[in-house]
């Protein structure tokens, strides 16, 4: 079931891959890795070492796009209906597309994702493997205990002024085959953290 969040002026969406979905896009993205033909990283604000363009087979794209599409809409119809938007310009919801191509990123121990937003109306991420080690170092490693804002691996999106009253941030520890849409120019990060593990996400903007 999906869920949805208002932390601040925008709406976040939080669903669940099918099984089908995710061991396509995990098979894919293990194919994928270390083809430096599909190197991806000089688009992507990320830090890290490996983030690659994935390609499908014709059968595969048709199954990932149609859910991820699925998605978009049920995520542009909600935010219709909550905020009575009444127009979204360009498209409208029976045209939304996938902007070529859905990525990978393999992120390891101290690398991060600065503070960014995306091309496209709609951003899409979702979680391939995320390893408990990583939860774990925000509740029982020392340099997580004592802050008052543990956020080793965690996304964070970030919108409005600091003001009384208001949150300016929302942030999420990662669960595997969790998936999250939100506004494509909704400014977002991913904190590194210290666990000697390594997590796996997919990305795509819609238009």
């Known amino acids: 079931m999906n869920q949805f969040y208002t932390p601040f002026?925008?709406?976040?969406m939080r669903g669940v891959l099918s099984d089908n979905v995710?061991?396509?896009?995990?098979?894919?993205?293990?194919?994928?890795?270390?083809?430096?033909?599909?190197?991806f990283r000089?688009?992507?604000?990320?830090?890290?070492?490996?983030?690659?363009?994935?390609?499908?087979?014709?059968?595969e794209q048709s199954t990932v796009h149609d859910e991820f599409i699925n998605l978009a809409k049920t995520y542009m119809t909600e935010s219709k209906i909550r905020r009575k938007i009444k127009k979204f310009g360009r498209p409208k919801i029976q045209?939304?597309?996938i902007v070529e191509p859905i990525w990978v990123n393999f992120m390891k121990h101290g690398e991060w994702n600065p503070s960014h937003f995306h091309a496209g109306i709609i951003s899409f991420v979702a979680y391939l493997k995320v390893p408990k080690e990583i939860s774990q170092e925000n509740l029982e490693a020392e340099h997580c205990k004592v802050s008052n804002q543990p956020t080793a691996g965690k996304i964070q999106w970030?919108?409005?002024?600091?003001?009384?009253?208001?949150?300016?941030y929302f942030n999420q520890t990662p669960v595997e085959k969790d998936v999250w849409l939100f506004?494509?120019?909704?400014k977002h990060m991913v904190y590194p953290y210290k666990s000697q593990v390594e997590r796996v996400s997919i990305s795509c903007n819609f238009k």
Do not use: C, W
Not at 9 to 12: D, E, F, R, T, Y
Not at 183 to 186: F, G, I, K, V, Y
């Open 95 to 97: 045209d939304v597309q």
């Open 9 to 12: 002026g925008p709406l976040l």
């Open 22 to 39: 995710f061991d396509i896009l995990l098979k894919v993205s293990n194919s994928t890795r270390y083809n430096m033909d599909q190197d």
């Open 158 to 168: 970030t919108y409005g002024e600091s003001i009384h009253f208001s949150e300016t």
């Open 42 to 59: 000089n688009h992507l604000a990320g830090n890290i070492a490996e983030g690659y363009a994935l390609k499908f087979t014709s059968s």
């Open 183 to 186: 506004p494509a120019d909704l």
